[in-house]
């Protein structure tokens, strides 16, 4: 049995890079004010560029209020109407 051959591009694993930039922001959320050092420095200057990036959220990552009103209204009838139902099932 033969096997494929692997790609020259490895695969982009995003849940995996999204955990390491979680792991920075956790480290810089417990950053003393007064460290700095080299490691603090670099941190900081990470946090920076990513809130640059982010800060005006693009577009398509922009909650809508429509989308975050029906999702709202959504799980406030969801609620009521699945105990309605297990209340009518009794």
């Known amino acids: 049995m033969q096997q494929r051959p ?5 695969p982009i694993r995003w849940l ?5 930039l979680m792991a920075q922001v ?7 004010p007064r ?4 490691q603090a420095r ?3 200057q990470r946090m920076a560029l990513a809130q640059r990036l982010l800060d005006p959220l693009p577009a398509p990552l922009r909650a809508t209020p429509w989308g975050e009103r ?8 969801g609620g009521l109407g699945l105990a309605l139902a297990l209340w009518l099932r009794r």
């Open 26 to 32: 956790a480290r810089a959320e417990r950053l003393q």
């Open 35 to 38: 460290d700095d050092s080299l």
């Open 6 to 10: 692997r790609s020259p591009h490895p």
């Open 42 to 44: 670099r941190l900081r």
């Open 16 to 20: 995996h890079q999204l955990g390491g």
């Open 70 to 77: 029906w999702l709202w209204q959504a799980l406030r009838w």
